[in-house]
């Protein structure tokens, strides 16, 4: 039985039985947890890197939609 954490990614306790199982390798479960971020983090970038894009978003949402209002608040470190 395959369990989805968030419905894109395998649990970690399920990796690790697919590890053991497929690879005869015994995995501990901080190791698969790690090592699932930093896949997801290859394939679609990290969450800094995200917010990073954040200002380009809000720029082509308001041109995409005409008379939306987008606002960013930052502290003092440019910081949301």
């Not at 395998?10 to 930093?38: A, H, M």
């Amino acid at each position: 039985m395959i369990i989805f954490w968030d419905m894109e990614t395998l649990v970690p306790r399920v990796i690790v039985e697919l590890v053991q199982t497929k690879l005869g390798v015994k995995v501990s479960y901080s190791t698969t947890l790690r090592g699932n971020y930093n896949a997801i983090c290859d394939l679609k970038g990290s969450p800094e890197e995200s917010y990073k894009d954040i200002n380009s978003y809000l720029y082509m949402l308001k041109k995409v939609n005409d008379g939306i209002i987008t606002y960013l608040k930052l502290d003092e470190n440019d910081k949301f």
